[in-house]
C-alpha cells in the first residue's frame, strides 16, 4: 500500500493535501457519538489512514473499541498536529499540557486509544506519563490501578521486601491519583 | 479503569529508573519474571545508555573507614550516591578489573586474580566467582604467577566473560638461556576464561603463548576484542604490541603500536578508547624535581581496527600538572589521571583543557565509568 506524504505542513501546494485538508470524515466512537473531524488530521492515526485508503471514506467510521470522551480527547490531539504553521515547540508544548492534567484512569484509556488508532506520537507521550507517575509510587498502588493481584505467597514477598529493602526507600504516599 | 495489555505495559516498564523496576518485581510474578528476563534488562540498559546518564564509580583504599562505592556524576564529577559494598571484602584493597553495563568484575590484592567477583552495586547484588580451574602446571611458587585479567561483554550471546592469563614467575635462580625460558613459559602459560551465562571457566587452547602480559587488567573492549599492552618475546628482544582476545572465537590476535618512538625515547603508554576506536595515549613519566613541568602528550587513534597502517597521531595536548599514573577514559573523551600531588586531573581531549577534580580520597584510587542497570537481578 502506497503510504501518501503525512507531513501537514508540506511548503508545496500539494493538491492532494489541499483536498484532505478541506475533506471530512465523520469518526464513531463506541457510544455511538460521531465526530467530524478533516482528513489530515484523521490520517495522523495509521488505523484510519489504512481504511481511508481501504475505502471507507465518505462514510461512517466507525471506532467500537473508543468510547466518546476519550475519542474527544483524541480529537483535540490530531487536530493540534495537524494544525498549520503549529511549530514544532510548539506541539511539544500543547502534548505536555495536554497529558499533564489527565488523571491515571484517563491515561490508560488514551494509550489504549493511541494504541489501536496507532497514534505513533501520542502513545510515546502517554506512555512516558504513566511511567512517570508510576517512579516513586508503592507496590500496593500499582497492584491497585494495574488490577493486579499479588500471585506470591505473603512469606515470598516478604522475603523480596527484606533482600530488596533499600529499593523502598523514598515511595511517595498514594493519595495522587 | 481500564486493564492495559501486557505489551505496553513492557514499554511503560522500560521507561522506569532501575530502582522502581527492583522495587516492582513485587507486583506479581509476571511482572517479576518480565524484570528479570535478560533480553528486557538489555532492552533496559539500551535506553538508559541513550540519556546519558552515566557516573564514575570508584572504591576507597583497605584502611579507609566504612567503604563503600563511590558514585559521582560523570558531568559535575559531584559524589551523587555511596553504595555500601554488598559483600565482606577482605581486609585489602579492592581492584576494579573492568565496568560494563552496570556489573563490576572486582579483584583484591591480596590474592588478584583468584578471589574474584562480579557485582552490581547498583542493585546490590554479587556473585563471589568460583576459583579458576588450576594455577600454572609445575609451578615452583605458585604465588609468584604472574597474573593478567581482563572483563568484556560479549553482545551476540550476551555473555558477561573474565579472561584469566596465569603465566609463572619468569624469576629463576639458575641462569637459564632467554630463549629456553621463553619456551618454557609459553608452554606453561594457561588461559581461563569465564562466563556468565554458565557462570563457571574453561581451559582455552593456545598453542604456544608468546606473549608476555604489561597490563595487569583490563576492561578495553574494540570490536569485540579485550586489549592489554604484552609484550611479544622474541628471540633477540621483546616488541611492545597490543594483544587482543577476541570474547566471540576466545583466540588472540596481535596488534603492532604505531612508529611513535623516532625522535625521543621514554615514552609511557597507555591503550584506551577514544570515539569508539583504540587508542594509544603517550606521555612521559613526571618529573619529580619538576612536577608540575608541562607535558607534551599524543594521543594516537587506531582508524581502522586491526589495519596497523590506520595508526594516526591525531592529537597533541599539553597537560599541567604531569601526569603519574592515567586512571581511565571517560564517554565524553576525557581521560582521568592522577597528578604528581595525587590529586585527579580531568583533561578533556578536544578541548585540550584540564581541570583538577577534587575527591574525598586521595591516593592510589581505581576508577571505572558506570551505569546504573538491572543486570545481575536474575540472580
Known amino acids: ?177 | 479503569m481500564p486493564t492495559l495489555p501486557f505489551e505496553i505495559i513492557t514499554i511503560i516498564l522500560l521507561m522506569l529508573p532501575t530502582e522502581t523496576l527492583v522495587k516492582f518485581q513485587c507486583v506479581c510474578r509476571a511482572w517479576r519474571d518480565l524484570i528479570r528476563d535478560s533480553m528486557f534488562i538489555k532492552e533496559h540498559l539500551q535506553i538508559r545508555a541513550s540519556k546519558g546518564k552515566g557516573y564514575l564509580l570508584y572504591v576507597p583504599m583497605a584502611h579507609d573507614t566504612g567503604r563503600a562505592f563511590k558514585l559521582l556524576c560523570e558531568r559535575t564529577f559531584e559524589q551523587v550516591l555511596e553504595i555500601d559494598i554488598p559483600f565482606q571484602p577482605v581486609e585489602m584493597s579492592l581492584i576494579i578489573i573492568g565496568s560494563c553495563n552496570g556489573l563490576l568484575c572486582l579483584s583484591d590484592t591480596e590474592r588478584f586474580g583468584t578471589t574474584i567477583y562480579l557485582c552490581n552495586p547498583y542493585i546490590r547484588r554479587y556473585r563471589v566467582i568460583d576459583h579458576p580451574i588450576t594455577g600454572v602446571v609445575g609451578s615452583s611458587n605458585p604465588r609468584n604467577d604472574s597474573i593478567t585479567l581482563g572483563f568484556g561483554y560479549y553482545d551476540k550471546t550476551n555473555d558477561y566473560k573474565i579472561i584469566r592469563v596465569v603465566a609463572p614467575s619468569d624469576e629463576h635462580d639458575d641462569y637459564l638461556d632467554l630463549s629456553s625460558e621463553h619456551h618454557e613459559i609459553a608452554q606453561n602459560t594457561k588461559v581461563e576464561v569465564y562466563s556468565s551465562i554458565i557462570n563457571s571457566w574453561k581451559n582455552v587452547e593456545v598453542e604456544s603463548f608468546q606473549w608476555s602480559m604489561f597490563d595487569v587488567k583490563s576492561e578495553l573492549v574494540v570490536c569485540d576484542s579485550i586489549h592489554w599492552k604484552a609484550f611479544c618475546r622474541d628471540t633477540n628482544k621483546d616488541v611492545l604490541v597490543i594483544l587482543a582476545f577476541h570474547l566471540g572465537n576466545e583466540t588472540f590476535q596481535q596488534i603492532k603500536l604505531p612508529n611513535y618512538d623516532v625522535d625521543e625515547e621514554d615514552w609511557l603508554e597507555y591503550v584506551g578508547l577514544y570515539k569508539g576506536n583504540l587508542s594509544l595515549f603517550l606521555f612521559h613519566q613526571v618529573d619529580h624535581q619538576h612536577p608540575w613541568q608541562e607535558q607534551c602528550c599524543y594521543l594516537w587513534v587506531m582508524k581502522e581496527y586491526g589495519v596497523d597502517s590506520s595508526w594516526t597521531k591525531t592529537l597533541t595536548i599539553t597537560v599541567d600538572p604531569g601526569i603519574v599514573r592515567p586512571l581511565v577514559f571517560t564517554r565524553d573523551d576525557e581521560m582521568i589521571f592522577a597528578d604528581a600531588d595525587q590529586d585527579l586531573v580531568v583533561c578533556h581531549f578536544d578541548s585540550s583543557t584540564a581541570k583538577i577534580v577534587r575527591v574525598e580520597e586521595k591516593g592510589y584510587l581505581n576508577f571505572a565509568t558506570y551505569v546504573d542497570s538491572l543486570v545481575l537481578l536474575e540472580g
Open chain 1, 1 to 177: 500500500m502506497a503510504r501518501k506524504n503525512r507531513n501537514p505542513v508540506g511548503k508545496n501546494v500539494d493538491p492532494e493535501a489541499q483536498k484532505k485538508k478541506t475533506r471530512t470524515l465523520t469518526l464513531k466512537s463506541s457510544d455511538g457519538q460521531e465526530f467530524s473531524i478533516s482528513e489530515s488530521a484523521a490520517v495522523l492515526s495509521i488505523a484510519i489512514e489504512n481504511m481511508v485508503e481501504d475505502d471507507c471514506a465518505g462514510g461512517v467510521i466507525p471506532l467500537p473499541l473508543v468510547d466518546g470522551g476519550t475519542l474527544a480527547r483524541v480529537i483535540t490531539y490530531l487536530n493540534k498536529h495537524a494544525e498549520d504553521g503549529a511549530s514544532d515547540e510548539e506541539k511539544r508544548k500543547f502534548d505536555e499540557e495536554f497529558v499533564s492534567g489527565m488523571e491515571m484512569g484517563v491515561l490508560f484509556d488514551v494509550v489504549l486509544a493511541a494504541n489501536y488508532l496507532d497514534i505513533r506520537g501520542l502513545l510515546r507521550e502517554v506512555r512516558r506519563r504513566i511511567a512517570d507517575r508510576m517512579k516513586n509510587k508503592s507496590v500496593e498502588w500499582v497492584r491497585k490501578t494495574f488490577h493486579i493481584e499479588s500471585d506470591f505467597t505473603p512469606e515470598e514477598e516478604e522475603q523480596m521486601k527484606k533482600e530488596f529493602a533499600w529499593a523502598w526507600e523514598g515511595v511517595d504516599s498514594d493519595v495522587d491519583d
